[in-house]
């Protein structure tokens, strides 16, 4: 509280045997019911300290006019002070011979900042005669959204007396991130919420998808926020049939994710002898998915689309050198000098047929051979050398047969790549 002295000048007045009428300690109030100052008062006065314009009670007249005998330096009835020419705008007595009090439009100085003379808040000037800043508790027109009179960020006024929104860098209640930019692809995203999956919002180099919600029967899985895709084990609605997980394209759901069925390409295993994905009745694979013959272009890239089995000093396997046919072969295992490997098929062939392959060698000419058995029966002397891809055919009858191919090695010299191929093993009736 700021105490009003008063000046020699005003003392001496009392000297001189002028009106001085000391009272006791008055308050002289202001807008906000606080007392601006303290001091000794004169002749009761009008001024209240509100901002309002003062009437005198007994006149009705306005007390922005100063009394008649104002500035003569004598407290005159009606007067508060009179310190003659001293009387001033920003002393303690104002040219209306009233007391400075905040309100009176005045700027006492030293004491008040401003002095708008009205009751409002919200302009550039408060009802403490304090000029308006951001913080002190009122919104000033025009110029602050809000002021809460801290300066809390984590509110919901800012420092900055405005709003606090999802953005503003400043990380406030109900946030749990805020990194100032309007990039939702990041760990921030516009939710001002950490990013995870399903909240609709892709997070780049992460996820692949993002739908915003918690479901996978559709196109992005939840949880994982990765795209559906058949044999990811969620049945993807109006797209799939089936998905039961899994790339075996001999169970229930093979790797179309639509049930199994004869004629779909792949052979369903326990059901299906064979399926050719046709409905040629007259090749191999019949149209009820019985099989009329067999075949291997090895294009799996195993030793499972028929039952093989391989021995000897080394393993058969799929390779893709230089293959006849598609992109794979079967190449015989790696052995050294007096080794052989094996590979064998057994099949039932369910009429009178023939048997029929492509073979390619690459071994040291006349001692390391290429033979072929059926029911360990060679056929023909064998092949050795050089030899580009060739066909082979044997005649076969209706029933059980064991088919052999076997490379095998004399006791030195490795020549050229020193192994054997052969590609599309056909079993059944003529083509």
Known sequence: MNRLHLDSTLISLAALGLVLMPLACTDVDSDDGSSKFTGVTFTAGSGDGDGDPDVDTETGSDTDEPPANCGDSVVDPGEECDLGEANSEGGQCTPLCTIAACGDSFVFEGYEECDDGNASNTDDCTNACETAVCGDGFVQDGVEICDDGNDNEADECTSDCTNSTCGDGVVQTGEQCDDANDNDADDCPGSCQFAFCGDGYLRAGVEQCDDGNMESNDACIAGTCVDAFCGDGYLYEGVEECDDANMDDTDVCPT?????YCGDGFAFAGMEECDDANMIDDDFCMNDCSSNGWYDGFESNDLLTLPWTTNGNGNW???????????????SGTISHSQ???LQVSLNAPQ????????????????DYLRFYIDNIQQGNGWSGIVGW????????????????TYSKD????????KVYIDEVYVGPPP
């Open 390 to 405: 060739t066909k082979a055919v044997y005649p076969i009858g209706a029933g059980d047969h064991t088919f052999r191919w």
């Open 411 to 418: 006791g030195s010299v490795n020549s050229n790549e020193d």
């Open 352 to 367: 009178a047929g023939e048997v029929s392959f492509w073979y390619r060698v690459s071994s040291e000419s006349n001692y």
């Open 340 to 342: 052989s490997t094996n």
């Open 317 to 331: 396997a799929t390779s893709g050198s230089q293959p006849h046919e598609g992109a794979y072969v079967a190449a």
């Open 256 to 260: 179309s994710c639509i049930p199994a």
